[in-house]
Every structure is written in C-alpha cells, then in structure tokens.
C-alpha cells in the first residue's frame, strides 16, 4: 500500500542549512509535494516535484528526488527561525487522496 | 489568488450544539475537501466533493454532515459531537481532484474545541 515516512524532529543553528528526508512506497508516477505548517496554522504548499525529475530548485528551497531509492529531500539554505514549522512530505498517485507523512518539526536556534 | 477562506478561525461549543463550519475558494476549483488535524499529526481526510457531488466520506461518524451549496462554498455541519472531536478541521481545494498534477491548496483551518 502507499505509506509516507519521515523523521520526526530536526535541530539545527540559524544560518545553517536544513535537510529534511522523506521515503515513500509508491512505485508509479506521482508528484511529490512539501508542505509547511506553523503553529495553529494551516498547510502552505512549499514546493512539489514530479517522479520523472531529479531536482528542482526555488530559492532557498532545493528538491532532491532519488526515485530508485524513493527518497526526497528538501534542503532549507541560510536557514532562518522564521523556518521553525512542521514540514510535511506528501504523495499524489491520481484519485482524490493525497498521502500524508507524519511531519518534521524544524527546530532552528539562534 | 490561491487563498482558501475557513470560517470561524475557532470554534467553541457544547456537545447538543449544532454549528457549522464555512470554506470559501474563488480560484475555479471544483474539488474540496474537509480534513480533521489532531495535534502533532498529519491531516487526516473527511470528505471529498468533486463538481458538488460528494466523490468520498471517509467512515466519518454522521454526527459530521458536509455541504456543497455551490463549486466555491464547502460547509460542515456539526452536531452532537464529543470531545474527542476537538481538532483542526482543515478545508482544502484543488482543480478538479483528478489526476497527479492535481495540487492541493488548504486554508488555515478551524480550530474546534468540544466541551
């Protein structure tokens, strides 16, 4: 079946850069989405990346896709406490359903 | 504009209360969804309507009635609930919910608290 996973908490100092990992089950073609949360607030969609591409860069955000492995990550450059949210890693495989990850929590210190 | 409207941002009420919950999206989209967030959770989804015809319930206790008045509103009525409903209830729209390309954008939810 389709399942999402990722790592719960992440600590890392202002300025440094964050990687944020996700491994998903789900063999066909998909897009992959990364969504922020902040407290008491709802999903923003950061950025997505379909299955047939390596990389996608957007700024300070940088998509890495291993589909051999299904592995994303999502690489946070000169990270801010601004950044300071759960991160979401999210599956589309067609229908309606959009599989959830559990979130990471970002923690960022100054 | 990719603003999704949910209304009220909090919600308190008793367990023989009825309320409702509102969303509101202008972008076009004729898919909508309702999801219920538990602290330190992934959403977990309610219902899916697709051109204002519900297309999934989710197993959702009745005491959970959806609404699709037209393709931009999406309601949630609430009655007889019990604490354990207490959430953030999370609405959602995207183009037409087919397809991978099909992108999700979610309001900032409703933050429910059952007494």
């Known amino acids: 079946g389709e399942d999402v996973e990722q790592s719960l908490f992440l600590s890392v100092r202002e300025g440094d850069s964050s990687v944020i990992n996700c491994t998903y089950t789900?063999?066909?073609?998909?897009?992959l989405y990364w969504y922020k949360q902040e407290p008491g607030a709802g999903l923003q969609l950061l950025t997505y990346?379909?299955?047939?591409?390596d990389m996608k860069q957007d700024q300070r955000l940088t998509v890495l896709l291993n589909k051999k492995d299904k592995h994303l990550s999502l690489r946070i450059a000169d990270t801010q406490t601004g950044d300071s949210a759960i991160y979401f890693c999210?599956?589309?495989?067609?229908?309606?359903?959009?599989?959830f990850g559990a979130g990471t929590r970002l923690f960022v210190k100054a | 504009d990719t603003e999704v409207t949910q209304t009220p941002k909090h919600l308190v009420m008793g367990m023989t209360n009825k309320k409702s919950l509102k969303c509101e999206q202008h972008?076009?989209?004729?898919?909508m969804y309702w999801y219920k967030q538990k602290a330190k959770k992934p959403p977990e989804l309610m219902f899916v309507?697709?051109?204002?015809?519900?297309?999934i319930n989710e197993s959702v206790p009745s005491r959970f009635s959806p609404e699709c008045p037209n393709s931009s509103l999406l309601n949630l009525h609430l009655h007889a609930l019990q604490p354990e409903d207490s959430a953030l209830y999370l609405c959602?729209?995207?183009?037409?919910?087919?397809?991978?390309?099909?992108?999700?954008?979610f309001g900032a939810g409703t933050r429910l608290s059952v007494l």
């Open positions: 309507y697709s051109y204002e015809k519900l297309s």
């Open positions: 990346i379909f299955s047939n591409m």
């Open positions: 972008m076009g989209h004729r898919a």
């Open positions: 999210a599956e589309r495989t067609g229908g309606f359903k959009t599989i």
């Open positions: 959602a729209s995207s183009q037409d919910g087919q397809g991978v390309m099909d992108i999700q954008y």
């Open positions: 789900d063999s066909s073609s998909t897009y």
